[in-house]
């Protein structure tokens, strides 16, 4: 399995301010995903981190707003940029165990942001 | 693109009354995952199907992949206060694709 840790736990911003987001994970690992959850919603995927190259973005997330840095194979950031109300939700780093096949998604306990 | 469907989107039961959630997939998926989510906690992953047909069972937790793996459920039987929180079912297309994940199913348990 997988521990992941992420900092910070939550924070209040100021609207137009950026917040970067930490995830440490306690073993390498080829990729990173960054997901959002909306209050009372399902996950909705970001991207994609791979150390070594740019992020995958998904549809409806952009890397002006989202830049995501990978800088070896246990660490990423996050930063929500120029931040508006609609941001308000919890950023959760997760990582894929494929360990004899099983494929599982560990989360981390997520960043909980509200904006202002 | 990929859509993965969940009913119901909530669910009230009596504690020891059974209950399930079904996951629909818009294309077929190589495998399916059920996650956990407790309120104020993060998704914990619960079971993976793989096999088209594939039932699998954790004590009162039984899964199930259709035939034509597009499909899924989750069935509890007896609930318990221990239950109540948020089942999410996610598929991949394919081994190494991106999750996606289902609307979830919000489970409470009245005691």
């Known amino acids: 399995s997988a521990v992941i840790s992420q900092k910070p736990s939550r924070d209040i911003c100021q609207r137009g301010t950026s917040l970067t987001i930490q995830c440490q994970v306690d073993s390498q690992v080829t990729m990173m995903f960054w997901y959002r959850q909306q209050p009372g919603q399902s996950l909705t995927l970001i991207a994609t981190a791979n150390q070594g190259s740019e992020a995958t973005y998904e549809s409806g997330f952009v890397i002006d707003k989202f830049p995501i840095s990978r800088p070896n194979l246990t660490f990423s950031t996050l930063t929500v940029s120029n931040m508006s109300p609609e941001d308000s939700s919890i950023y959760l780093c997760?990582?894929?165990?494929?360990?004899?096949?099983?494929?599982?998604?560990?989360f981390g306990p997520g960043t909980r942001l509200t904006v202002l | 693109g990929q859509q993965v469907m969940q009913i119901p989107q909530y669910q009230h039961v009596q504690e020891g009354e059974d209950f399930t959630t079904h996951c629909n997939s818009s294309t077929t998926l190589s495998n399916i995952q059920w996650y956990k989510q407790r309120p104020g906690g993060h998704p914990v992953f619960l079971i993976q199907l793989v096999k088209s047909g594939e039932v699998k069972k954790q004590k009162r937790l039984t899964f199930q992949f259709g035939e034509a793996k597009k499909n899924s459920s989750l069935h509890i039987t007896a609930t318990q206060t221990t239950d109540v929180g948020t089942y999410f079912c996610?598929?991949?297309?394919?081994?190494?694709?991106?999750?996606?994940f289902g609307p979830g199913t919000s489970l409470s348990v009245i005691p």
């Open positions: 997760s990582v894929t165990n494929r360990d004899r096949g099983r494929n599982e998604q560990f």
């Open positions: 996610a598929g991949r297309k394919t081994s190494y694709d991106k999750v996606i």
